[in-house]
Antibody, heavy 119, light 108 residues
C-alpha cells in the first residue's frame, strides 16, 4: 500500500520556524519528483516547492523563496520542508505529493499536516 | 506562468444526473492536464491525467476531454460520494504546476 505520511505541523508565532517531514512507503520513492502543496483554509491548492529525483533541480514559489528549503533523503524515503521566517499567510494544510514522471501529475498524496502561524 | 480558470465556481446537480465542469488555460497546455477530486477533510485524489485517461480505480462515470486551452470533466449519473470540490492542474509548462481555483459540486 502506498503511503505518504506528513508530520511536523503545529502552531508557531510569526517569524518562527518549523520543519515538515514526509515519510514515503509502498512505492519507489527515488523515482518520483516530490512537491509540497499547501491549501489555506477554504482556499485552493498552491505548489510551494518541488524537488527532482536526485535533488538536482529545485523549485520554490515566489511567495516562499528565501524562507523555505526543500530537501529529500532517498535512503530514508523521506521529504522535508524547512520553513523559516513564517508569516500568517503561510498558515495552511501542507501536503506532500508525488509526481511519477517529473513535471507531470500527482498520483500520490499525503493526508496533510496543518501549519498555523499566529501570535 | 499559465493561469487555469475553472467554471462554474459552484455547480448544483441532483443525484443521478450528469455534471459538466470546465477548465480553461491561459495558453495551450496540449493534453497535459489532470483533474483531482477533494472531499471535505481529505487530500486531493487524482481522477484524470493526460486530459482523458482515468487514474487507477477511478469509476468509468468520470471522463475527461479537451486539448489545448479548453477542457471538460464529465461525471455521468452522480453518486452521493461525488459531491466534492474538483481541481484541474496543468503540467505542460513546469515549473510551476498550476491549479485552477476549483469547482464545488453540490447536491441540488
Amino acid at each position: 500500500e502506498v503511503q505518504l505520511v506528513e508530520s511536523g505541523g503545529g502552531l508557531v508565532k510569526p517569524g518562527g520556524s518549523l520543519r515538515l517531514s514526509c515519510a514515503a512507503s509502498g512505492f519507489t520513492f527515488n523515482t518520483y519528483t516530490m512537491t509540497w502543496v499547501r491549501q489555506a483554509p477554504g482556499k485552493g491548492l498552491e505548489c510551494v516547492s518541488s524537488i527532482s529525483r536526485s535533488s538536482s533541480y529545485i523549485y520554490y514559489a515566489d511567495s516562499v523563496k528565501g524562507r523555505f528549503t526543500i530537501s529529500r533523503d532517498n535512503a530514508k524515503d523521506s521529504l522535508y520542508l524547512q520553513m523559516n521566517s513564517l508569516r500568517a499567510e503561510d498558515s495552511a494544510v501542507y501536503y506532500c505529493a508525488g509526481d511519477p514522471y517529473s513535471s507531470s501529475f500527482f498520483d500520490y498524496w499525503g493526508q496533510g499536516t496543518l501549519v498555523t502561524v499566529s501570535s | 506562468e499559465i493561469v487555469m480558470t475553472q467554471s462554474p465556481a459552484t455547480l448544483s446537480v441532483s443525484p443521478g444526473e450528469r455534471a459538466t465542469l470546465s477548465c480553461r488555460a491561459s495558453q495551450s497546455v496540449s493534453s497535459n492536464l489532470a483533474w483531482y477530486q477533494q472531499r471535505p477533510g481529505q487530500a486531493p485524489r487524482l481522477l484524470i491525467y493526460g486530459a482523458s485517461t482515468r487514474a487507477t480505480d477511478i469509476p468509468a462515470r468520470f471522463s475527461g476531454s479537451g486539448s489545448g486551452t479548453e477542457f471538460t470533466l464529465t461525471i455521468s449519473s452522480l453518486q452521493s460520494e461525488d459531491f466534492a470540490v474538483y481541481y484541474c492542474q496543468q503540467y505542460n509548462n513546469w515549473p510551476p504546476y498550476t491549479f485552477g481555483q476549483g469547482t464545488k459540486l453540490e447536491i441540488k
